[in-house]
């Protein structure tokens, strides 16, 4: 074989290796896997929830420190709740709130005890509209129809009641006596007009039973 044509085998045997090497190289070629990035949620905020207990919790306080509750404890709590709300712990923002709440109600239910136990004591003490002196001519009638008194002779039985030590006969009086006038409570009032109006027939000198009947109510 000639040395020209040997060439020329050993050049296409040269580029047909190449080639096939290219083409090997290309096709097992592979990109590299991407790690997952892992999604992480973004604050936003107080939710809808946590919001409620706050505000309920603000409220309530609000309520409470009208009637005179100033907790400063209270205040903190609060605060403490609307940091938890905002940096989205809304367990720790609501069970927060609750407490807090909680206080307040605690506070105006006390309150609100403690007030029906002084109008109880209040309502035990007998309060005197001040003393009135017979004059001639008066009866419990007239008395208690005085504007100075009651502005209603109805409510004659009032003074009847708180004076029966003086009192012996309701429809008779005598000049120099001094009644104390008390101060006509509701309950008390409307029992006295229904004595007043379901008397009876009376006389002079004579404890009627229907009188009796109503001093021991």
């Known amino acids: 074989m000639k040395v020209k044509e040997l060439l020329k085998i050993v050049a296409v045997t040269v580029f047909t290796a190449g080639f096939a090497v290219g083409c090997a190289s290309s096709g097992s070629k592979t990109t590299e896997p991407t790690e997952a990035v892992a999604e992480v949620k973004e604050c936003e905020g107080a939710s809808p929830e946590a919001k409620n207990a706050i505000y309920a919790a603000k409220l309530k306080n609000a309520r409470a420190r009208n009637l005179g509750f100033d907790s400063a404890e209270n205040v903190k709590l609060i605060k403490a709740a609307e940091q938890a709300a905002a940096d989205c712990n809304d367990v720790r923002a609501m069970n927060l709130a609750k407490r807090a709440e909680t206080e307040a109600e605690t506070f105006i239910a006390k309150f609100h005890a403690d007030q029906k136990v002084e109008a109880v004591v209040s309502s035990d003490k007998v309060v005197s509209l001040g003393n009135y002196s017979v004059q001639s001519g008066d009866n419990l009638w007239n008395i208690a129809g005085q504007d100075a008194v009651y502005g209603n002779p109805y409510q004659w039985p009032l003074i009847y009641k708180a ?41 002079i000198g004579q404890t009627e039973a229907s009188d009796l009947d109503y001093l021991a109510q």
């Open 163 to 203: 004076n029966m030590g003086e009192i012996k006969d309701a429809d008779l009086i005598f000049p120099g006596q001094s009644f104390n006038i008390p101060t006509a409570r509701a309950g008390d009032s409307a029992a006295a007009i229904a004595h007043a109006k379901n008397r009876g027939a009376w006389t």
